[in-house]
């Protein structure tokens, strides 16, 4: 099962197909209304996740990680014109499993963010994302293979803005798939969901 999946997010959740298939369902703009807004701003912030694993390892089954992310305008990451509504998403990671002793887990992801700009509000702006990253454990779960895995992700969540301006809130849900991708002949995935709320600047 851990190789089925595995195969799908590989073929899947790699940035130029996210880019369009976000391009197909969000619709298209006119390269005019686009380059009319350029540039879009870079924004930077922090998110705290706490997380599931619910598959290998239940008796392991919780840890929390504090993100650092800049999203910034998807041009500067693709070799043409993308619609106003993508943005690029660079993130680091780094937490603690809950068994005791605690251990080190980190991750460092590039995605691609596509707002739902039809759902939107004054104050809040849904949207979805995916991509791929690397994700390090300090321990091995058994058949894990190797402490640096790929690490596929997608989710979807709500930035919100306060009318009065200022700082954006962000609420969200995700998915992640790690394993080494066949890099080693043991190969069993973590696969696990996270719920999380930041702030952005």
Known sequence: MSGFVNNIFIRLLTPGFVVLLFSAASGTETAAARDAERPLPTKSGFSLSLGHIYDPNPERDQFAMLTGFVTMDHDRAAFFLTPDFLRFKLEASAGYGRRSPWRTMASVNMLTLCYIDRLATNTARPYIEGGIGVFYTEERWDGQGLHVMHNPVAGAGVHVSPQN?????????????????????????????????????
């Open 165 to 201: 301006g200022g700082r954006t809130y962000q609420i969200s849900i995700r998915f992640s798939h790690a394993s080494n991708g066949g890099l080693h002949r043991d190969n069993k995935a973590m696969n696990a969901v996270m719920l999380s709320t930041g702030i952005m600047f």
